[in-house]
């Protein structure tokens, strides 16, 4: 094929926005909205000129790794006393009174 930059044995599938929303849990305009911000892999033309778009599954998949790594950071990052302050929230006060 001319113009192909992927070498020839390897295969790229891609998806269209149903299967991107099923993968990623998240709406269309949210999608969208995190394309805008540079957030969110931007989708590839199926036509020239046309308006069909589908998206990468391995930047799809990288992008779900990176949230998952970010999230399990954030969680270890998390001090003590903030885990703390959560229990004692939960119990309702500093007593753990419950009704």
Known sequence: MKGSAAPENTSIRL???PEVRSQTGL???TLYLLMHKGKFP???NLVPGGRSV???????NCWI??????S??????RSPA?????TIKKRGGRHGTSL
């Open 15 to 17: 998806l269209r926005l």
């Open 27 to 29: 709406s269309r305009s």
């Open 42 to 44: 931007n989708p590839v």
């Open 54 to 60: 589908a998206w990468r599954q391995d930047q799809i």
């Open 65 to 70: 790794q990176e949230r998952i790594l970010a």
């Open 72 to 77: 399990e950071k954030a969680e270890a990052l």
């Open 82 to 86: 903030a885990t703390k302050f959560q």
